[in-house]
Nanobody, 126 residues
Framework: VQLQASGGGLVQAGDSLRLKCEVSGRTFSSRYIGWFRQAPGKEREFVAA????????VYADAVKGRFTMSTDNAKNTVYLQMNSLKPEDTAVYYCAATNSRVILSEIKFARAYDYWGQGTQVTVSS
């Protein structure tokens, strides 16, 4: 499974961005697609995840109500719509995919993801 993240950029606080993650390869083997972010000097943290069936969506408390994850399965593409951006959202954002055996309780942990994209920089100025 290969993942390609894009859509990052430099925006002002309160603006919106939509990140895109294009998934290729054995996409049917991935049970969840997730977004993580890593700010300088900080550990990688969970942002959101969605099941391949789109029946499950999970968000970190820090982004709940502002970020929305969606998929276009026909295009094997996953989106992260980010609204009301804050300076603390500044980070490199990574999309990742699990294998088919991962259970829901694990999807907030980076160790549950076997495949990672290269990351896209999001910078929010105050």
């Amino acid at each position: 499974v290969q993942l390609q993240a894009s859509g990052g950029g430099l925006v002002q606080a309160g603006d919106s961005l939509r990140l895109k993650c294009e998934v290729s390869g054995r996409t049917f083997s991935s049970r969840y697609i997730g977004w993580f972010r890593q700010a300088p000097g900080k550990e990688r943290e969970f942002v959101a995840a969605i099941s391949y069936s789109r029946s499950v969506r999970v968000y970190a408390d820090a982004v709940k109500g502002r970020f929305t994850m969606s998929t276009d399965n026909a295009k094997n593409t996953v989106y992260l719509q980010m609204n009301s951006l804050k300076p603390e959202d500044t980070a490199v954002y990574y999309c990742a995919a699990t294998n088919s055996r991962v259970i829901l309780s694990e999807i907030k942990f980076a160790r549950a993801y076997d495949y990672w994209g290269q990351g896209t920089q999001v910078t929010v100025s105050s």
